[in-house]
């Protein structure tokens, strides 16, 4: 078994890798991840952008989402 996952709740170990990302990085969007039966939902945070200026991409399983902001947006 991986260091990295060491068998608990999956949703827990993205929050903390998640809030370990935002301590090194700093300035991510929030994001909130959950699942139903048959999907998983994903909701990004991201004020003051223009929901139709990001752009989602969703190739061999890997879901990327991306955007820019102007100088004024910031």
Same mark, same amino acid.
């Given at each position: ?8 709740? @999956? +949703?827990?170990? @993205? ?9 090194? +990085?700093?300035? +991510? ?15 990004? +945070? ?29």
């Amino acid at each position: 078994m991986s260091d990295l996952y060491s068998g608990t709740d @999956l +949703f827990s170990e @993205l929050d903390r890798l998640q809030r370990e990302k935002a301590r090194l +990085f700093g300035g +991510f969007p929030q994001l909130n991840i959950g699942a139903t039966d048959d999907s998983i939902e994903i909701v990004a +945070f991201a004020p003051g952008d223009n929901t139709a200026e990001l752009r989602r991409v969703d190739r061999e399983g890997l879901l990327t989402i991306s955007g820019a902001r102007t100088a004024r947006e910031r």
